[in-house]
């Protein structure tokens, strides 16, 4: 099975979101030895997966208000800025200071307000909630709201519709940031009756709040984010996808690479692909070429024959050339 396209599907008369193509990567496949099937969310008209979940939310709750306040690495306020325009509200997008100059001038370009609040993603979630309170705006949430993951699960619904109904996925590769991903694809899989199929969520040494609550059995905060995948920055997993990882219900299979490993994945994806995505989607491309998704079937956590594996390219704006020789310079030095 090679390009199976998609039509626009719509969440509303004015925002739609790419049923994104999804074909078969050739060289992924090479790479795993099993069939890749990736999921271009990259190329959703914000430049990521976020606007599923987030053009949802919105027309659920900010039809009457007057303005929207979102607090992001980068993605989602891209993704509330598009939304907000495309609804004729104003947007207000507060970032932490780690996000690259390049991300609030493409929120600039969208129309937003932007913000530069605090290191990391939760001091300028903290600034967003005080404008909630004060401004009288809307919160959009970047990944804890049921209302996102119903948005995101619809990236699994569209998969399932476009590999019909005798194509099944071995396992889903999904970045891990909030956690609001995982929770949406979990809600896919469950929605098309695929609870079988294992998840490998996957994040980077340094933003690493999933791995570092299942190595202690509860939500935990990390002190600091030291990982380059400023995107994955949340310091504190939402309750919501830790708990899945507890339950007997789906297989949810943690991992860890490095920025650099992550880094060398955006690489090779922009050679054999030719497609640039950020750090955080990295992380999830790392999986196939650093090998672990072997190493996984080797140590007997996933089948030695596996199903194909689908890939949730989830894209991302923090990135250009420029950035990208960037992130080089400081991972090697
Ligand atoms: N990024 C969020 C949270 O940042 C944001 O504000 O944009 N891949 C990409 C390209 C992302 O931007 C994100 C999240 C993820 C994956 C992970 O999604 P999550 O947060 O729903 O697990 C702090």
Known sequence: MFGIKGSLCSFGQDIQTQNCYIYNSISMSKHVGTTVFLKMENSQPSGSFKIRGIGHLCQQRATQSKGVVCSSGGNAGMAAAYVARKMGLPATIVVPSSTPQLVVQRLKDQGATVK????????ANGEALRLTETEGLTYVPPFDDPLLWQGHASIITEVAASLGPVVKPGAVLVSVG??????GVIQGLKDV??????IIAMETVGADCLNAA?????VVTLDDITSEAKCLGA?????KAFECTQS??????????TDQQALHAVETFLDEERVLVELACGA????VYSGLIRRLQD???LPTVLGPLLVIVCGGSSIDMKQLANLKHKLQT
């Open 116 to 123: 530069i609040v605090g290191k990391v993603w939760d001091d």
């Open 178 to 183: 909030g956690g609001g991903l995982l929770c």
């Open 193 to 198: 009756g695929w609870t079988d199929v294992p």
């Open 214 to 218: 299942v190595k202690a059995g509860r």
């Open 235 to 239: 310091k504190t997993v939402c309750k």
């Open 248 to 257: 007997s219900e789906l297989t949810i299979i943690s991992e860890l690479v």
């Open 284 to 287: 999830s491309l790392a999986a």
């Open 299 to 301: 140590e007997g956590r």
